[in-house]
Each structure stands twice: as structure tokens, then as C-alpha cells.
């Protein structure tokens, strides 16, 4: 596929704007490899190269497992994800879809389990970015694979399931 418009180049203060959202995540609450993995299952949800090819080396880089990437299209009947991730992932699924043009209440109340007002407001931001990344690289077809990740400490994923059954 042809790469259409950098916009990057082409639109510097949309671009701008887009990274400003993930400026002000950095400095939220939300631990960076519950980010990214919201940002793959979106990524995977709208057939994003991109953004696929990108979050799946920044998982890799912060120390996440292939079993955990491999297992994220199926998380829901997988069993190393924690009630948390679950809860993240099926708010991830609802608001990326809105299927019926809605988020049922059922998943809102699974979310609200695990996060405050807050911090659900920070979550639902990070799904609106990466599905605004999403649409912004599959409209102009931005060719994936040549994404590296920024070099970091090399931390281990903080939400890594504590039971016994959970780590096969």
C-alpha cells in the first residue's frame, strides 16, 4: 500500500494537538503497559497496522510476555489477564465499538470496580486517542513496520496476574 499524506508534515498542529492527549496521560495514573494494551486491542479492533506493529514492540520493550500479546484478540478467555486488565480491556472493546450506539451498563459497572471517576475519564481518553491515531494512520495509509520503540528502562508489566494457574 501506497503511503497517502504525512500529516504530520502536512497538518503539524493536528498533529500537535494528538500528541498533547498522550501528554497529558503520561502524567495520569494509568500505568504505561495499561495504556498499551489498551491501545493494541483498539489497534487490533480497527485493523490498524500501525498502531499494531507500534504497541506491540512498546509492550515488548516495557517486558510484557508474548503469551499476554498473542493471547490479547482472545483476552476474555485467556487466563493470564487480572480482573482489572479484563474489566480495561471489555470498556476498551465497548467504547471503540459502541455497539448498539452505546456502553452497556453492565461493562460500566465492571469498570468502575477497578477505577475512580478519574481515572476512568484518563481510560476513556486513552481509547479516544489511539482510535483518533487509528484513524488518522489507516486513512493515509502510514506504512507499518519501521516503528522502534523510544529507549526506556526496561520495567516488568505491574499488573501480572498473581495466581499460580494464571502464569502457565
Not at 502536512?10 to 503497559?33: I, R, T
Not at 453492565?106 to 471517576?117: L, Y
Not at 481510560?123 to 491515531?133: D, P, S
Amino acid at each position: 500500500m501506497e503511503h497517502r499524506v504525512d500529516y504530520t508534515k502536512a497538518a503539524p498542529g493536528a498533529f500537535q494537538a494528538m500528541l498533547g492527549l498522550g501528554k497529558y496521560l503520561d502524567h495520569s495514573a494509568l500505568e504505561p503497559v495499561l495504556q498499551d494494551l489498551v491501545k493494541l486491542r483498539a489497534s487490533q479492533i480497527n485493523g490498524c497496522a500501525y498502531g499494531i506493529d507500534m504497541h506491540w514492540k512498546d509492550l515488548r520493550a516495557q517486558g510484557e510476555t508474548e503469551q499476554r500479546l498473542y493471547g490479547l484478540d482472545a483476552w476474555a478467555e485467556s487466563p493470564y489477564y487480572t480482573e482489572r486488565e479484563r474489566a480495561t480491556l471489555a470498556w476498551t472493546e465497548a467504547v471503540t465499538r459502541l455497539d448498539g450506539g452505546h456502553v452497556s451498563d453492565p461493562v460500566f459497572q465492571e469498570a468502575r470496580r477497578f477505577f475512580s471517576e478519574k481515572e476512568l475519564a484518563d481510560l476513556t481518553l486513552c481509547i479516544v486517542a489511539i482510535n483518533g491515531w487509528n484513524r488518522f494512520n489507516i486513512a493515509f495509509r502510514a506504512p507499518a513496520g519501521t516503528y522502534r520503540p523510544a529507549p526506556r528502562a526496561r520495567t516488568a508489566p505491574s499488573l501480572r496476574p498473581t495466581r499460580p494457574e494464571a502464569s502457565h
